[in-house]
T-cell receptor
Framework: RKEVEQDPGPFNVPEGATVAFNCTYSNSASQSFFWYRQDCRKEPKLLMSVYSSGNEDGRFTAQLNRASQYISLLIRDSKLSDSATYLCVVLYGNNRLAFGKGNQVVVIP | DTEVTQTPKHLVMGMTNKKSLKCEQHMGHRAMYWYKQKAKKPPELMFVYSYEKLSINESVPSRFSPECPNSSLLNLHLHALQPEDSALYLC?????????????FGSGTQLSVL
């Protein structure tokens, strides 16, 4: 079983719609969780950290479910500029991070 | 300053060439990383330096040689590469007081090996 699993998609989303996807992780000792956004041929950029209580940043909401070992990302009122790959990243000990394959989101006008 | 700077942005090299990738950060981060990323794949960890010492080498071939001259700089020396080594090479850092374990990436070097 892979450390971090994501459905690569693509997720085709009409502009203005809501899209949500999950990421599952295998190691229950995982310490920290992040969502990164990556545009084509660019570097990953931190979108948001994910906290146990859930957190929101504008149109983006992240949730963590430790019991079921998954994190989620929800994007409301999708914009064309939200088209990107969203990488789930899980931190273990010793500075070791595990990346999911990413969820590719395509927002359609 | 929340920036990781990588040079060069693009590099084309032959299989007999020797070249180096450079990375610099001035955020006081204690850990620096090299990742390799192929198209439509997630980044793959190559090396981690923690407090200027190599702490993780993910069984990377010896034709890749990392170097950490000081806490702000990280190099990746390349020699006798193969065409399959063509990829985006990303440097990252983490572990400052304010940023904790969040990873900050440089813009990468797009490497083509002919």
């Amino acid at each position: 079983r892979k450390e971090v699993e994501q459905d690569p998609g693509p997720f085709n989303v009409p502009e203005g719609a809501t899209v949500a996807f999950n990421c599952t992780y295998s190691n229950s000792a995982s310490q920290s969780f992040f969502w990164y956004r990556q545009d084509c041929r660019k570097e990953p950029k931190l979108l948001m950290s994910v906290y146990s209580s859930g957190n929101e940043d504008g149109r983006f909401t992240a949730q963590l479910n430790r019991a079921s070992q998954y994190i989620s990302l929800l994007i409301r009122d999708s914009k064309l500029s939200d088209s990107a790959t969203y990488l789930c990243v899980v931190l273990y000990g010793n500075n070791r991070l595990a990346f999911g394959k990413g969820n590719q989101v395509v927002v359609i006008p | 300053d929340t920036e990781v700077t990588q040079t060069p942005k693009h590099l084309v090299m032959g299989m007999t060439n020797k070249k180096s990738l450079k990375c610099e950060q001035h955020m006081g981060h204690r850990a620096m990383y090299w990742y390799k990323q192929k198209a439509k794949k997630p980044p793959e960890l190559m090396f981690v330096y923690s407090y200027e010492k190599l702490s993780i080498n993910e069984s990377v071939p010896s034709r890749f040689s990392p170097e950490c001259p000081n806490s702000s700089l990280l190099n990746l020396h390349l020699h006798a590469l193969q065409p399959e080594d063509s990829a985006l090479y990303l440097c990252a850092s983490s572990g400052g007081r304010a940023t904790n374990e969040k990873l900050f990436f440089g813009s990468g070097t797009q490497l083509s090996v002919l």
